[in-house]
């Protein structure tokens, strides 16, 4: 869309939308006193503004959303929205008492204080990325806390803390050398967090080298928040009733336990691991459970939901998320194929771009495909087919990593013999032949390749037994070798 197109939009869309489009409630005791008012405002360059996400985001958060102002139209330097609109937004919060505006978009720092100079004095300018960390810092407080939480927020603090200085500077001179000291302060606990960070990091990738060296093939669910991961993790884990694994706090990603908690949705049975619930940030931390898939023994990873407004890399859990991911030897992206075409497109360009690249493949699941019928589905699909095209190589996982999308309903059970069919095609898998003597020595080995599960087919023929073999590669060299070493008859 050319600039004058945009400015065109801007004079239609407000002609629209001049009326602010105030939440009406026919409720008299809504919102409640205890809920703090907020106004939701956005601006799209293109397409109409949707506020469906940022208001459930807001709700979520605690905010009860009295109004709401949109506009379509390119960035204003000044306030990200025109001059006019800001200066609506002012006298609908007036209006409205409100007590915040959560802005659908991220704002500069200096955008961020020139609307807050024009709201109505102790309005609050919340922008999506930090309603996003608010979200997810009340989330990890209600359970046990993600520590490094605090490096996301001193990120997104730094540059606002640079421009209140800089604008206190200019007012007052005197104020500056202890703002600069601020200012230092925090770039300091930056440092320390990043280092602390980086040691976790390298713990867990010598945990899944472990894991990998004990012949297990690692699957990562990745996807954005609320799609449906962990519910799918629970329907594709094993029963947790193996004496090496069945211990879940020990498998714990970023080493910690949970505190025992009823799940979500009230099933006392729910250990919190792989809690579901239908909100955002339900799994806060990455949790790896056996299961077994397509005939392999894999260690299958849940992580934590993307949204779109977190700074992603900043976050433990995220980083803990992504590397997961990226390192996983098949990744399942879940895409909710319940949202609309233009949400689904969106949802996946955040979940992709955040994940990059990846080192094995990528399965993309269409969960949720009770949800729509053969049109909706088809229509998903399409979405899903477009956000691909339009993926920016240089930041997303190589289109050939990407398999054919599979709908999978874990409510009517459909689609996951298709899903573990996917998976175990998409697994390095090697074969190997071998014809040993039969003999107590062999069994040893057969029974080790056996609780690998990599025997293909066994058969017995007098004093010898041939055995095809078929799995992950280093297992099945290992299972060849640990076979063939037995046989040393002269
Ligand atoms: N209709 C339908 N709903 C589903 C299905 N799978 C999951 N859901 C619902 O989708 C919501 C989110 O599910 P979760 O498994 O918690 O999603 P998640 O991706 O793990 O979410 P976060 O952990 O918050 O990122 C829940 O209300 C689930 O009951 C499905 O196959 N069909
Ligand atoms: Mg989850």
Not at 11 to 23: L, N, Q, W
Not at 216 to 223: H, I, N, R
Not at 256 to 279: S, T, Y
Not at 393 to 417: H, K, Y
Request: overall charge negative; glycine content about 6%; hydrophobic content about 40%.
């Amino acid at each position: 869309m050319s600039r004058d197109d945009a400015t065109t939009n801007e004079r239609d869309e407000s002609s629209e939308t001049d009326e602010p489009t105030e939440a009406v409630s026919s409720d008299p005791d809504w919102p409640p006193d205890d809920a703090t008012r907020a106004i939701v405002a956005a601006r799209t360059a293109d397409g109409p503004p949707d506020t469906t996400e940022i208001r459930e985001l807001a709700a979520a958060a605690g905010y009860a959303v009295v109004g709401e102002v949109t506009q379509r139209r390119r960035e204003d330097p000044t306030y990200d929205l025109g001059r006019g609109k800001a200066e609506e937004l002012m006298r609908l919060a007036a209006a409205t008492d409100a007590e915040a505006v959560i802005y659908d978009g991220s704002l500069s720092p200096g955008q961020t204080f020139s609307l807050g100079d024009l709201l109505p004095t102790g309005t609050a300018v919340i922008d999506r990325p930090r309603l996003a960390l608010k979200l997810f810092a009340d989330a990890a407080d209600s359970r046990a806390a993600d520590k490094q939480l605090e490096l996301a927020r001193l990120r997104y603090e730094l540059p606002r803390l640079r421009e209140a200085v800089a604008r206190d500077a200019s007012e007052d001179v005197r104020l500056r050398p202890e703002g600069d000291s601020r200012v230092l302060d925090v770039e300091k606990r930056i440092e320390s967090a990043e280092r602390a960070l980086d040691e976790i990091a390298d713990d867990r990738a010598a945990r899944r080298a472990e894991r990998r060296d004990a012949g297990f093939d690692l699957v990562a669910l990745a996807g954005y928040t609320n799609a449906g991961k962990s519910t799918l993790a629970r329907r594709l884990a094993d029963e947790v009733d193996d004496p090496e694994f069945g211990d879940e706090p020990e498998l714990r990603d970023d080493g910690r336990v949970d505190a025992e908690r009823v799940g979500a949705e009230g099933d006392p049975a729910d250990d919190g691991a792989l809690a579901v619930a239908d909100r955002p940030f339900e799994t806060l931390s990455t949790t790896t459970r056996r299961a077994e898939i397509g005939g392999r023994r894999t260690l299958l990873t849940d992580t934590v939901g993307f949204l779109d407004g977190l700074p992603h890399e900043s976050v433990r859990s995220f980083r803990a998320t992504v590397d997961a991911i990226r390192a996983a030897d098949c990744a399942l992206l879940v895409v909710d194929t319940s949202d609309d075409p233009a949400a689904l497109h969106r949802k996946l360009r955040v979940s992709l771009r955040a994940i990059e690249a990846t080192d094995g493949s990528v399965i993309p699941v269409l969960s949720k495909a009770d949800e729509v019928d053969a049109y909706g589905l088809a229509a998903a699909v399409e979405a899903y087919e477009a956000a691909v095209a339009d993926l920016d190589p240089r930041n997303a996982p190589a289109v050939d990593a990407l398999r054919p999308p599979i709908p999978v309903s874990v409510r009517e059970e459909s689609g996951l013999a298709d899903l573990a069919a996917a998976v175990a095609d998409a697994l390095p898998t090697a074969t190997a032949a071998v014809e040993v003597p039969n003999g107590g020595d062999t069994q040893a080995a057969l029974s080790w390749a056996y609780d690998r599960s990599v025997v293909a087919d066994v058969e017995y023929a007098g004093e010898t037994i041939a055995v095809d073999l078929a799995g992950r590669p280093d297992v099945v060299a290992e299972a060849a070798r640990r076979l063939r070493a037995e046989d040393t008859s002269p």
